[in-house]
């Protein structure tokens, strides 16, 4: 097992103008889950493609624990691909069908046979080892392809966009599954995603790329609570927060009828106006505050989301709440919303950077 | 809220044959009525074979992403001229009875006369098949390389084999985890030869263990085979090669080396060095295809490669025979057309037809005739040739124009919950 270190990585494309991945400095933990996402083109892929030795590094180096692998072929960095198709040959054992690439690698016959029964264990094949894949149900077929990477005890694992074929319902348990899996067997694994709920659910930390660079990279908890710029704000969380452009006054921020006070050196950062950032769970209804037309109400039982317009010097901005389903506010009604004290995130417009309040 | 969802049929040539297909069932449900063949081994997606206007298409139930994707790489690897299977189009919006969604269908065309590589094991045994396969399938990764094109899952399984003249030609069937780019990188070659590796030598186990596999060969060592025959071949195809300039004869040898493989030189980079001493060439555009793009201008006859080098063999043998090297080369591929090509064709009864493709059926026809001549000491003609190789050699063939089945016993690779 192993730390992963990307050292000011750069992939430039033949003929790009700007880098793929710019720089890339992210170090993973010995036995950590990190996971890439970003919206499609960010990097996160050909970063992973650079792990593995698929893509070259035009800057920079990668090293896997002490060892520089920059300019290694993939064979030799002692990384699994994991989630890539695997076959299950019907003439083989289940024991064969696991252990069988050990032995075109060359290990000897009698170290095949103890990694198989280890992974057999951690997987609940033991029993089935002598068996025909034939025998074993479609979920036990699927832990025998598993098994032929775990036998492999690679320092890594890297998986890119491994529930992508699957339906809604079965993504959703098999990634909890993907991840207890990886915490028992303790291996550094690399994930890629452009899901940020995948990514929040799954990942020890999580690093957002976007335009091939790393925005922020923390645990979920840390991006959720304190992103560091206006798009990670944005793109972390479900439903995305708030990103409202608003005036700055003397006081404060401008916040429909009241006013937001703001300390003084935070204000002096901002310019005439700032991106103020507040989720749906951290408004709500009352007297005063952001005057915002009801568009929309999606009752989900407790709650509800209530979808609005606030009309802000001549432009609507989209504003989304949640609200108590029981007795959510109705279509066409105007209603005030307030944020929660201490619940609100300030950004710069104009670079969209984290202003500490 | 119930959303009404419509059946959409996108295709280049859509066929209305296809709106008559049960889009509302599961392709695992289909009756066995509606199929060409019975479904066998358990495939990575739900496959399916269907009678269609008197073409038999392979049906593949896959997600919209993954369906659009693969159609338009299919496309595009046919478009650069690349062995592929044809992609017919994708069915989207299906539902079933009640109004459930159903994934949607990626449609290819069955490619005719091909083979998946265990039937080829199943049919003859002996080491040679094999290291004809894996050569097969060497040529076919080098063009896809030099194309940009990443398999990601390379494998027998994912290949079809047509006869060649004594060989097979190789074509992909699977391009789901492919990509392609405008060049490959080293690692990306590497990775895909490891896949290749491992593949490879984990479907000869498994023929191994299912009693299937000669004696003489060894899994393993037969997949390096496969890595030592791409690597050559790769070499002969990309290589620089420095001489002096006295040796300039090399730059023709170089070509023709490259012609004796199947490949066309589309741009070969020649530099000298500042002193004018030496020369250093590198081919910078190869095309495969070399002897059929011939036979296509000269015939109008597509066909694999070495057959075209079997047929244009006899062509040329047919013009030096006839005496009359004045004449146009177009007006006697014509005339061999009509007198050696067409009637070996034409004389293979109704019901053989299915058996081979009439190229490999010519191709094996001429090998017949040696042996005819060679075992009674005279020159057995074309026609003798025919008859006794139908009587004798077509007759005991099977079938090959539709060999069908799902043989890839790939598995999805998702977590199941853990115990």
């Known amino acids: 097992m192993a730390t992963v270190t990307f050292d000011q990585a750069t992939r430039v494309y033949p003929g790009a103008t700007k880098p793929s991945v710019d720089k890339l400095n992210l170090h993973i933990e010995d036995g950590e889950f990190l996971v890439l996402v970003g919206p499609s083109g960010c990097g996160k892929s050909t970063s992973l493609r650079m792990l593995a030795g698929l893509e070259d590094v035009n800057e920079g180096r990668i090293l896997i624990g002490d060892r520089d692998v920059t300019q290694m072929p993939p064979k030799d960095r002692d990384i699994a691909m994991v989630f890539q198709s695997y076959a299950l040959y019907p003439h083989m054992t289940v024991g064969e069908n696991m252990g069988f690439a050990l032995k075109i690698a060359g290990v000897s016959k009698s170290e095949i046979q103890q990694r198989v029964a280890e992974a057999a264990k951690i997987l609940d094949l033991t029993e089935y080892l002598d068996r025909k894949p034939k025998a074993l149900s479609g979920g036990q077929r699927q832990r025998v392809a598993m098994g032929r990477a775990i036998v492999r005890q690679p320092q890594v694992f890297l998986m890119d966009e491994p529930l992508s074929n699957l339906d809604a319902k079965l993504r959703v348990q098999t990634r909890t599954q993907i991840a207890s899996l990886q915490r028992r067997l303790g291996v550094t694994t690399v994930y890629v995603t452009h899901d940020q709920t995948e990514a929040m659910t799954m990942g020890d930390r999580v690093a957002v790329l976007k335009d091939g660079l790393l925005q922020q990279v923390g645990s979920p908890r840390e991006l959720y609570d304190h992103p560091n710029n206006a798009f990670v704000a944005g793109f972390i969380g479900s439903p995305a927060m708030n990103l409202l452009n608003l005036p700055v006054s003397e006081g404060g921020v401008v916040f429909g009828d009241t006013t937001y006070p703001i300390s003084r050196e935070a204000l002096s950062t901002g310019g005439k106006q700032v991106t103020l950032g507040v989720r749906p769970e951290d408004l709500s209804l009352a007297e005063h505050g952001l005057p915002v037309q009801v568009e929309l109400v999606e009752v989900l039982g407790a709650d509800a989301y209530l979808h609005g317009t606030l009309k802000s010097e001549g432009t609507d901005l989209p504003v989304i709440a949640r609200v108590d389903g029981r007795r959510p506010p109705e279509k066409g009604q105007t209603v005030h919303l307030k944020a929660k004290e201490g619940h609100t995130h300030l950004f710069n417009t104009e670079s969209g950077e984290r202003i500490e309040a | ?419």
């Open chain 2, 1 to 419: 809220m119930t959303v009404t969802r419509t059946l959409q049929i996108t295709s280049a040539a859509p066929d209305p044959a296809l709106l008559d297909l049960p889009w509302d069932v599961p392709l695992e449900d289909w009756p066995a009525n509606r199929l060409a063949t019975l479904p066998r081994g358990i495939s990575r997606h739900v496959v399916r074979f269907v009678q269609l206007s008197g073409n038999v298409i392979a049906a593949k139930e896959i997600t919209e992403e993954f369906a659009r994707r693969e159609y338009g790489l299919l496309r595009l690897l046919r478009r650069l001229g690349l062995p592929a299977v044809e992609p017919l189009g994708i069915i989207t919006g299906r539902t079933d009875a009640d109004g459930q969604d159903l994934d949607p269908v990626l449609l290819t065309r069955h490619l005719q006369f091909s083979l998946p590589y265990r039937a080829v094991f199943s049919q003859t045994m002996g080491p040679e098949p094999a290291m004809r396969l894996i050569d097969a399938l060497a040529v076919l990764m080098v063009r896809l390389h030099l194309s940009g094109f990443y398999w990601g899952d390379v494998s027998l399984s994912n290949t079809l084999f047509r006869r060649d003249a004594g060989a097979f030609a190789a074509y992909l069937v699977d391009a789901e985890t492919g990509d392609l780019y405008d060049t490959l990188s080293r690692g990306q070659r590497e990775h895909d030869l490891d896949l290749a590796r491992t593949n490879i030598a984990g479907e000869l186990m498994d023929l191994e263990a299912g009693g299937l596999l000669d004696e003489s060969l060894d899994p393993v060592r037969t997949s390096d085979a496969f890595i030592e025959r791409y690597r050559t071949l790769w070499a002969e195809l990309t290589a620089k090669e420095a001489f002096g300039t006295g040796d300039r004869w090399r730059v023709d040898a170089r070509i023709r080396r490259l012609n004796d493989l199947g490949f066309d030189v589309g741009e070969l980079n020649i530099n000298t060095d500042v002193t004018g001493t030496s020369l250093e060439i590198q081919p910078k555009v190869v095309d495969a295809g070399h002897h059929r793009r011939r036979l296509l201008r000269l015939t109008g006859l597509d066909v694999e490669e070495n057959q075209a080098r079997r047929l244009l063999n006899d062509l040329d043998t047919y013009r030096a025979a006839t005496d009359r090297q004045g004449v146009d080369e177009d007006v006697i591929s014509h005339e061999w057309l009509a007198r050696r090509f067409e009637p070996v064709v034409r004389a293979v009864p109704l019901e053989m037809r299915g058996k081979l493709a009439p190229a490999e059926i010519f191709h094996e026809v001429l090998e017949h005739g040696w042996y005819l001549s060679e075992n009674s000491g005279r020159d057995a003609g074309l026609d003798e040739a025919v008859a006794s190789y139908i009587r004798n050699v077509l007759v005991h063939r099977p079938d090959e124009q539709a060999v069908l089945g799902v043989d890839t016993q790939e598995m999805p690779v998702v977590v199941d919950p853990l115990p």
